[in-house]
């Protein structure tokens, strides 16, 4: 222990990023405290450029004191301890330094500075608005792991409302998702931070990007005060000592007999370790983090969307669909609206238009007029494509109650599909014919008020067989973007009119 008059002094910074982001906070503490010259032993330091709390790095040689410790607390220590990391590590470095006197922590974070040209400017190529995802882990500790599969179907589900920006260390292991910008092992520590200040918020495992996100200011542009951030918490760590303002730990500690009082702080599978290694498509996880389902993630992360800040805007051909919807009937608590899908047996529109729409039911029908596969019983055929739809995790349970699947074998028209539709929605047809058989049978099961809408990249199709539909019924073809077509017809729903 110190006396509190020495004034010079050199603090040691842990060894994990993490630890070392709540360090900063730590530091901003001391330093407000005491008002001391603080100089950090740190591989990290572009972590530190521009934060007042320090004047260098390393000894410079007249130094009262040089710490040869981190003093950071052990997490596995804390579970019965009804503190936070930020807490206990500052409480730590008081007690070391002689520092006795009642002391309120300033600020529920660590303290990471950016410049005002990292702030102005985002890193290239990035849309205006994204999430940032890390579906990954550090080497040696699996059991924060969560199922790669399951990273993608919450991309999947928020297609066309939510764009993902991957990353990650490169020394890591990061599995490449689909449908995102993939930046993992392509950023700097600073480049890191930049991209968290732009990020709208963050989806991650227990790790440093979840204490970044909360040290690193949001960007006034967002929306949000606090940076929103889901963190897939599992059994390894209690929520209370890692969770930050806006953040929503989804933790399973209590719900399995390894976590049951307490987290477990397990690293990986070996013999003492997590005893219930799970395998999911050719990873291994641990089983406490398999009962976090996408739909959790999901849901959370559309919780924050329920105050004032609305969801990013949709993006495609679901957005062209929710617009049109959302014109039928904008009063509150109306019948559900009942939408016809053709052509979408893998749900890529009927998933993305359910996630978080209530007042919606699907019927979706692989094909109109097509014979049932030969050979194959009706029941497997209906069975085998419904595996095959989920198979492909663009189907989540929230869609499953809603959303009716026909298969052709049960009805040879449109006939079959029982009472009318408030809209009916096409897929890309490249028969011209068909299409133009399909357009007739399907305008007649719009209730009035309602619209057709499709989507096709051969353009020479649509201003042949829906052009010429729409002259021969007296009715209007709108092109919208992402080669949609809409065409409303007549009754007593507002018009579509802009």
Known sequence: MINITQKKIVLRAPGFLGDEVVFTGVVREIKRATGWTLRINTTREALWYYNDSVEGFGSNGNEDLIMEKDFCPPYHQMSQVPVHYLEQYIRNMRAVLGLTEP??????????????????SPLPGLPPRYWLIVAGWKPGVPAKAWPTECYQEVVNSLRGKIQFVQAGSRTS???????????????????????????????????????????????????????????????????????????????????????????????NFSPGQCPSPIPVRGEVVPKCMTLIRPSDVVSAIEFYYRGQVALPPRLGRVEVLLNRLHLLDDTEGCSPKKGLIVGDIRGRVSSQLLRGN?????????????????????????RSMMETYAHTRQETEFARSRCNMVMPSEQKDIHG??????????????????????????????????????????????????????????????????????????????????
């Open 103 to 120: 002391y309120r922590v300033s600020k529920f974070s660590g303290d990471v500075v950016l410049s005002g040209k990292e702030m102005r």
């Open 173 to 267: 292991w990061h599995p490449p998702l689909n449908n995102v910008v993939n930046l993992v092992g392509a950023t700097s520590l600073r480049e890191l931070i930049q991209l968290i200040y732009h990020a709208e918020g963050i989806v991650c495992p227990i790790t440093s990007i979840m204490h970044l996100a909360a040290a690193i200011p949001a960007n006034p542009v967002s929306g949000f005060a606090i940076r929103p951030c889901v963190v897939i918490g599992g059994g390894r760590e209690s929520p209370h000592y890692i969770n930050y303002p806006m953040h929503r730990v989804l933790s399973t500690v209590g719900q399995l007999r390894c976590c049951a009082s307490s987290a477990c702080g397990k690293t």
């Open 358 to 382: 209530g007042q919606v039911e699907i019927t979706c029908v692989n094909s109109l007029g097509s014979d049932s596969m030969p050979g194959t019983a009706q029941g497997s055929q209906k």
């Open 417 to 498: 599909l029982g009472s009318k539709f408030d809209f009916v929605f096409v897929e890309a047809q490249n028969d011209i014919a068909q299409l133009s058989d399909m357009l007739q049978q399907l305008y007649g099961k719009i209730s009035p008020g309602g619209f057709l809408m499709g989507t096709c990249r051969n353009k020479d199709l649509v201003h042949g067989a829906v052009s010429k539909f729409a002259a021969a019924n007296g009715l209007t073809m709108v092109a919208e973007k992402d080669n949609c077509w809409v065409m409303h017809r007549p009754g007593t729903q507002p018009s579509f009119e802009r």
